[in-house]
């Protein structure tokens, strides 16, 4: 078992920054790879950002693509999301995952409750 909590979220203008945190409990969070997505209201839930179990890969959607970055701190059982040059677009309810396969590009087994980034114009 896998508990994921966020943290981070909150009120920001246009073009300032954020830094997701993501902590997780249990002994085998460094064989996971973690994922953040984000689900914006009347939307799908849709994929943000993902890192492999070793952090030697990452995967990032287009639309964040040069402006956000994943990463992960094994040893205080984290991954973090930071957020650079926000748009009104990027405000949703962003959700951390973790997936047991390792990859970042499978089904992800467990989630976190979410926590919301909201980017004021």
């Known amino acids: 078992q896998v508990q994921l909590v966020e943290s981070g979220g909150g009120l920001v203008q246009a073009g300032g920054s954020l830094r997701l945190s993501c902590a997780a409990s249990g002994r085998t969070f460094s064989s996971y790879a973690m994922g953040w997505f984000r689900q914006a209201p009347g939307k799908e839930r849709e994929f943000v950002a993902a890192?492999?179990?070793?952090?030697?890969?990452?995967y990032y959607a287009n639309s964040v693509k040069g402006r956000f970055t994943i990463s992960r701190d094994i040893a205080k059982n984290t991954v973090y999301l930071q957020m650079n040059n926000l748009k009104p677009e990027d405000t949703a309810v962003y959700f951390c995952?973790?997936?047991?396969?390792?990859?970042?590009?499978?089904?992800?087994?467990?989630w976190g409750q979410g926590t919301q980034v909201t980017v004021s114009s």
């Open positions: 890192i492999s179990w070793s952090g030697g890969n990452t």
């Open positions: 995952a973790a997936e047991s396969a390792g990859y970042g590009l499978g089904t992800y087994d467990y």
